[in-house]
Nanobody, 116 residues
């Protein structure tokens, strides 16, 4: 069992930045992929950014050029740097770590609110 704890969310003005962190209780070296998802009220959960075990990254079109996902295996942490935030980025952000097709873990989520 791996526990994921997200942090770094909060209230920020449009154009501002936040860095989310996802700390894992176990190793992430053997993970196939890690990702950040978000869910806004009344909407389905969507993939925001992902990173594979080989370091390849992918992003939702809506965040390309503004968000950056990275990981630090030694610290067992996955990050999401979010710049040029927009009101439509407001959502609960969830961390996901997948070890196999059948085994994946989710964090509890962290609220990001972009508002003036």
């Amino acid at each position: 069992q791996v526990q994921l704890v997200e942090s770094g969310g909060g209230l920020v003005q449009p154009g501002g930045s936040l860095r989310l962190s996802c700390a894992a209780s176990g190793s992430i070296v053997s993970a196939n992929s890690m990702g950040w998802y978000r869910q806004a009220p009344g909407k389905e959960r969507e993939l925001v950014a992902g990173i594979s075990s080989g370091g390849r990254t992918n992003y939702a079109d809506s965040v390309k050029g503004r968000f950056t996902i990275s990981s630090d295996n030694a610290k067992k942490t996955v990050y999401l740097q979010m710049n040029s935030l927009k009101p439509e980025d407001t959502a609960v952000y969830y961390c996901n770590v997948r070890y196999s097709f059948y085994l994946a873990y989710w964090g509890q989520g962290t609220q990001v609110t972009v508002s003036s």
